[in-house]
């Protein structure tokens, strides 16, 4: 007598989104994304991330190890063909951005989800979201020169006053 039967494997994938530190803005930000396989089956790829980007960030560039990134309008995605194996976790991806100049002070909030092709039994923790805190930091020099020779006191002087903004932020109500 035999009997068949089909395997059905569950492979419970997680992502996690970070970063270090606040951003400034008109500088570059990377954000670290992290790919588990929780179990209890391996997960065979292709395994997909993707990652919209929010308004005030632009894309520079994302990479990892057995990664393979492209990048489209602002939408960002990451293929592992690879399996993962149970209980590990896939080689972080480096998702690089350039922060508006403008963009601050404000809070950049920005989220990534993973899929793969094996039945996730926890489906809540395939999306990670990530906060930002982008901060303001520009450096004005102001610069007089005198347009008119001064020659003798009590005479009229004209000066031209110019400030210019090194960045590498947008430098807002400057007075």
């Known amino acids: 007598d035999t ?6 494997g569950e492979a419970d994938l997680e992502i ?3 970063h270090s530190g606040d951003a400034t803005a ?3 930000l990377v954000w670290t994304l992290q790919v588990t396989n929780n179990g209890p089956s391996d997960s065979s790829g292709p395994i997909v991330v993707t990652d919209s980007l ?12 057995d990664w393979s990134c492209t990048e489209n309008g602002g939408d960002v995605e990451c293929t592992r063909t690879a399996t993962l194996v149970a ?6 991806i480096s998702l690089t951005v350039l922060v508006d100049p403008s963009a601050g002070p404000a809070t950049i909030r920005n989220a990534a989800s993973v899929d793969g ?7 809540g923790n395939n999306t990670d979201t990530d906060d930002v805190t982008v901060l303001d930091e520009a450096e ?3 610069t007089k020169d005198a347009t008119t020779p001064v ?8 000066f031209t006053v110019e400030v210019t903004n090194l960045g590498p932020s947008a430098a807002d109500s400057v007075t």
């Open 117 to 123: 092709p094996v039945t996730d039994p926890v489906p």
């Open 16 to 18: 996690v989104k970070s």
């Open 26 to 28: 008109g500088e570059q």
């Open 3 to 8: 009997e068949s039967t089909d395997f059905v």
């Open 151 to 158: 020659v003798l006191a009590g005479t009229t002087a004209e």
């Open 87 to 92: 209980g590990d976790d896939a080689p972080p």
């Open 140 to 142: 004005l020099v102001l």
């Open 54 to 65: 929010p308004a005030g960030v632009s894309y520079v560039s994302a990479s990892g190890a």
